[in-house]
């Protein structure tokens, strides 16, 4: 049996922790999309690990597996198996042979593409860790797979081919020295990259570490063995279902879990598929957001911070929020940008994914405030939706159509946690009830701290 878990919203919603909560009961978390992008933070036996790649099950004792939907920066890998060994842990990583490989050249064009988009205020805001010009060579048939680097003599061919390429788009295009650049001095050297890109693959080797992602996860499913597969990110920044071209270039959606990992769509859509919302709303870089509280400047579009700007006005609840959720991101450090909960997004995700369950995060975050809004609906040129448009620029012309919810007191969660649904504040059950009615979907778990036992389990999907 499997259980995807797909973030609904912007990503940031606490998969990490859902995943956590019932890998309990999983033998292998898989995750089948997406790169050292994910942040997540897993708390385990009282202690923190903040990871961007190695799927969160590791630290439970679980297989984890990087699918041929991801793409691998095998630094950034074995910096994460070795701090998670240096911390006594011994994870079982294996990674897909037909995985793409993150090479020096893709961080430093990642790099170098937003600084040009910023110029005219086009920037995506992403993490910088390589993923755009890695999954645009998968699709430009000129990338390395983890396969390659398995292989001296075709690592050195595949370079050959894509190192002087990215070079002259470096000098050519962009008109930058690519030797002059001091975090990344070899990025375009053949040797270079092959000596240290061969030495991964020997280490992957020797670790017994790469596999054929569908046979494998297929035999497990067959012995018996329970998969979970993990999403990273989330549906609004799906590169097909997400808000073009503010997105990651990956499918987030329940569909990435299938291509991502090589089991059949049956066998995703046969299981459980779980959408993880956060109860209000964050977004880290650019592109719209119709319920946006205050603004961050260089992120919010058109926000400089100036104090006559009426955005001002609401950011005072932001920073409440955002204090409140401590919602600065995992890999980056950036405030997130933070708004009210909005249905007609989470009715796209649930469409676009078929989800069976909600796991509902961050209740606790909106204690204390007095009312709470949620975007039941939007306007858009008279006119009421129920769903997102599908063009961004449609999106961010949306005005959202509040309905006001009473808020709910500070609490002991530690309690409500232990004594289950019916403990919560009648305020915060209308909230959770309004969206799973909406939604027409059941709520799994509703999440009212930062670690797995601040939950209430309301079903176990195994
Ligand atoms: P990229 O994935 O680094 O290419 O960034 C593309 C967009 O996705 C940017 O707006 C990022 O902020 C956003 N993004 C990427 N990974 C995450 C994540 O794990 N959480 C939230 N946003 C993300």
Avoid at 44 to 70: F, M, Q, T
Wanted: aromatic share 6%; charged share 30%; hydrophobic share 35%.
């Amino acid at each position: 049996m499997t259980v995807t878990i797909v973030g609904s919203q912007l990503g940031d919603e606490g998969k990490g922790r859902v995943v956590d909560l019932y890998s309990d009961e999983a033998d292998v978390v898989v995750r089948y999309q997406g790169g050292d992008n994910a942040g997540h933070t897993v708390c385990h036996d009282g202690e923190e690990y903040k990871l961007s790649l190695v799927p969160s099950g590791a630290i439970r004792g679980k297989v984890g597996v990087l699918g041929n939907g991801c793409v691998i920066n095998p630094r950034t890998l074995f910096d994460e198996l070795e701090m998670l060994r240096d911390r006594g842990l011994d994870p079982d990583v294996r990674v897909a042979q037909r995985a793409h490989v993150i090479m020096p050249f893709h961080r430093v064009l990642d790099g170098i593409e937003e600084d040009v988009k910023s110029e005219d205020d086009q920037e995506v805001g992403t993490t910088g860790r390589g993923i755009g010009p890695t999954y645009e060579d998968k699709a430009g048939r000129r990338g390395v797979r983890i396969g390659d680097l398995l292989d001296p003599d075709v690592l050195r061919e595949r370079l050959e081919y894509i190192a002087p390429q990215k070079r002259a788009v470096v000098e050519e295009v962009y008109g930058l020295d690519p030797d002059a650049l001091e975090e990344y001095p070899d990025a375009f050297d053949v040797d270079a990259l092959f000596e240290e890109f061969r030495e991964y693959g020997r280490r992957i080797e020797r670790e017994d570490m790469a596999v054929n992602a569908g046979a494998y996860l297929s035999d497990a499913r067959e012995a018996g063995k329970r998969l979970m597969l993990e999403g990273a990110q989330g549906t609004i920044i799906d590169i097909d279902h997400g808000n073009y071209p503010f997105v990651t270039s990956s499918n987030p959606t329940a569909g990435g879990a299938t291509v991502g990992t090589g089991l059949s769509p049956g066998v995703i859509g046969g299981g459980e598929v779980i959408g993880i919302v956060k109860a209000y709303l964050t977004r880290v870089g650019s592109g719209p957001l119709p319920t946006e509280l205050g603004g961050v400047p260089g992120d919010t579009p058109g926000y400089d911070g100036d104090p006559e700007n009426p955005r001002t006005e609401s950011e005072e609840l932001a920073t409440e929020i955002r204090e409140a959720g401590d919602e600065y991101g995992t890999v980056t450090g950036r405030p997130r940008r933070v708004g009210w909960l909005d249905m007609p997004m989470l009715r796209h995700a649930a469409r676009a994914s078929g989800f069976t369950g909600l796991a509902v995060n961050h209740v606790d975050t909106l204690a204390g405030l007095d009312e709470l809004e949620v975007a039941k609906a939007y306007e858009l040129d008279g006119e009421r939706l129920e769903t997102m448009p599908p063009t961004t620029e449609r999106w961010a012309d949306c005005e959202p159509v509040f309905r006001t919810f009473d808020g709910w007191k500070e609490q002991d969660w530690e309690a409500i946690a232990e004594d289950g649904y019916d403990a919560l504040p009648a305020e915060a059950r209308a909230y959770l009830e309004y969206v799973s009615d909406d939604l027409d979907i059941p709520i799994y778990a509703i999440g009212v701290g930062p670690s797995r036992e601040d939950t209430i389990v309301c079903e176990r999907p195994y």
